[in-house]
């Protein structure tokens, strides 16, 4: 997957950055097999209160070039990850990185071993708690979404019998 | 009058029989219809007193009317077109709710259960139908063929045909959801549910001239689903969708499905078009 940067914006690139995820930009990760440097992703909402500290994050660990990704649109970030032109990924806290799993937008099984994972907020000694709370956060949603379906259908389902039954029995 | 005032008095022996239980055990006696607390030979004594009580109110009722129970019964299984009202209302059940499960399935509001001992089920399933047959039968003939059509008869022949019959499928709706909460169950939010359903099945009834074979058909219907699902799927969703338990027409939509097949009963079986 090739995505562009968006031009301007909380996820306008990086001064400087290249233009799309697999071409040579600076980061802190290992040098790639055939000398190019790995980028780093970044995964923050836009405009949240997590985007100036991931700024400052970035600035001071001196990671130019990074792959902006939204919480909840991380497909690319999967691909570009297991493929491996992306090589470290900094979330800006557990959450974000755990409610891709759970909407299995990352295969985290998937990730090569070496891939580097930071977060601007570290969950700390809270990582369990952390992962609990975003599990049934996610379930709760989950559930709402399901209810939601399960009572579009059921409403067609009904039109559907009725329907039925009167030309079955007609 | 004579049926409603019956069915009180099988209510008044379940009650006094569960009285006599709790002092013979040295128990304080109360007012709600519960076995629990009861030793278990208490409560199956309670059980068959309940059981003999609907059998003798079901002969008796007949009896006072002057009627023979096999002769007063057997007007109500009418051997004309209304035959076809059985599998209609067998098919009609089926088709509801078995396309209600499929969606719940498929928006994962329920999910298939694992199968660890598929003879046991099969065990299970093979007395499916002659629990629906029975246990619908047996409603059907106290609270529409008993209490209903005397219902009919008494609101008819005082409020005219009209304003008598909707009266009493009122009447008969309210006994018919008001019985299954006389003795202590685990939840009482199902009640619409059991109003929705009285509806389908008294409306069944009376649209059909007071034959059986539609109310019976629908009721077995239902019943033969949700019993043959039961060990097969266990509901996940939100109650108010998919229902609690046996009752998956407890919820809004099975209240919103039950008032749909009334109408269509009404529709296909004696209502204008």
């Known amino acids: 997957m090739n995505q562009q940067f968006p031009k301007t914006g909380p996820f306008a690139a990086a001064p400087g950055a290249n233009a799309s995820i697999g071409e040579p930009v600076r980061s802190p990760g290992d ?5 190019s440097v790995p980028l780093t992703g970044v995964v923050c909402a836009p405009g949240s209160a997590a985007q100036a500290a991931m700024q400052a994050y970035l600035t001071r660990h001196a990671i130019e070039g990074a792959k902006w990704f939204a919480p909840g649109v991380l497909h690319g970030l999967d691909l570009a990850v297991r493929q491996g032109r992306i090589r470290h990924v900094v979330f800006a806290a557990l959450p974000d990185l755990l409610e891709g799993i759970w909407e299995e ?3 985290f099984d998937e990730w090569p071993a070496d891939v580097r994972i930071d977060f601007v907020d570290g969950p700390g000694h809270d990582a369990i708690r952390a992962t609990a709370a975003s599990w049934r956060n996610w379930r709760h949603r989950h559930r709402r979404r399901q209810a939601r379906a399960g009572l579009i259908l059921s409403v067609l389902v009904l039109a559907l019998s009725f329907a039925l039954c009167i030309l079955l029995m007609r | 009058m004579l049926a409603l005032m019956l069915l009180v008095l099988v209510f008044v022996a379940m009650w006094s029989t569960q009285a006599l239980s709790l002092r013979s055990v040295g128990k304080p006696i109360r007012l709600r219809i519960d076995h629990a607390g009861l030793p278990r030979k208490l409560q199956r004594v309670n059980r068959a007193v309940t059981n003999a ?23 109500f299984f009418p051997l004309d077109s209304r035959i076809a009202g059985l599998p209609h209302g067998v098919a009609a059940a ?12 498929f928006t994962d509001n329920a999910y298939l259960r694992s199968l660890s001992d598929v003879r046991r089920l099969g065990v299970k399933l093979a007395g499916v139908p002659l629990s629906a047959v029975i246990g619908a039968g047996i409603e059907e003939l106290l609270f529409r063929a008993m209490l209903l059509a005397g219902l009919l008869e008494s609101f008819v022949s005082a409020f005219g045909a009209r304003f008598g019959t909707v009266l009493a499928v009122a009447v008969g709706t309210l006994v018919f959801a008001g019985a299954h909460y006389v003795r202590r169950v685990k939840r009482y939010w199902t009640f619409p549910g059991h109003l929705a359903l009285g509806m389908l099945l008294c409306v069944s009834f009376a649209c059909t001239g007071q034959a059986l074979w539609l109310p019976l058909g629908l009721h077995a219907g239902g019943i033969l689903i949700i019993m043959a699902l039961r060990p097969l799927v266990r509901s ?11 009752y998956p027409y407890a919820g809004a939509v099975g209240v919103v499905g039950l008032t749909l097949l009334t109408l269509n009963m009404w529709l296909l079986h004696g209502g204008a078009p």
């Open chain 2, 53 to 75: 009580a609907f059998a003798a109110v079901l002969v008796a009722y007949p009896l006072l009317r002057g009627e023979s129970p096999p002769h007063y019964y057997a007007g």
């Open chain 1, 31 to 35: 040098a790639m097999p055939g000398g």
């Open chain 1, 105 to 107: 937008e990352i295969a």
């Open chain 2, 236 to 246: 996940v969703g939100p109650p108010w969708l998919v229902g609690a338990s046996i």
């Open chain 2, 94 to 105: 089926l088709i509801y709710l078995g396309l209600l499960y499929a969606c719940w399935l």
